[in-house]
């Protein structure tokens, strides 16, 4: 922008111009400043940053102390990863669980793969809460992936069959039309399987999920 000036300004001193030396010194005013701005906004997008990485270390913070929380009311003999199965984790009725709890439990455990505890928690919050607001497409789907991961395959054909009826327009439903044969073939409903295989050759062939379900087509249909 001011390559030209240093020339022109040379050019005024060497006439003498007194106005020119003024018209010298605003464009190192104006140079002064330029820099001085470029080096605020530096700093104000390093602030910026530093305040996001604080904001996310107080969320981390204020996750792990709400979950401890929670998991208080849980008790320690009640870790997943020593109990059987089809044990009650939740004991809903000892411990009066509210519908946000039950949602940030079994969020925290579908993270974290334990999908025996999170899809016992999706349940309560789906059996106790049926009307409660946050539960969508998603929800349902992962209390239907976590339910099926754990080998709750009545559980997991219940949302499943629930996500298809009410949200035909979700990005899950492809997935879950193939999660749901899959669950229909575990249950020992194999007739109604092969059927969802072949509407999937036919209607789906090119969507991913096809693309996933071929590579066991025939292995799966000549069994």
Known sequence: MFKLYPIIASLLLLSGCGWGKRWF???EEVNNFEKVSLNLAKENRFLKLEINNL?????????????A???????????????????????????NWTADELLFVAEVEFERDDFNKSSQFYRALIKHYPK????????LFNAAVSSYESKHFTWSQVYFEKLLKEFPNSSFYLSSKLWWALTLYKIGKKRKFYSKLEEF??????????KILSEHYEKIKNK
């Open 132 to 139: 409660y607001s946050k539960i969508d497409d998603k929800l």
């Open 25 to 27: 010194k605003r464009v």
């Open 55 to 67: 904001k996310n270390e107080v969320h981390q913070l204020g996750m792990k102390n709400k979950y």
């Open 201 to 210: 050759k036919e209607l789906y062939k090119n969507t991913p999920e096809w």
């Open 69 to 95: 929380q929670i998991s208080a009311k849980i008790g320690p003999s009640r870790e997943i990863s020593s109990i059987e199965k089809d044990k009650d984790l939740v004991r809903f009725k000892d411990y």
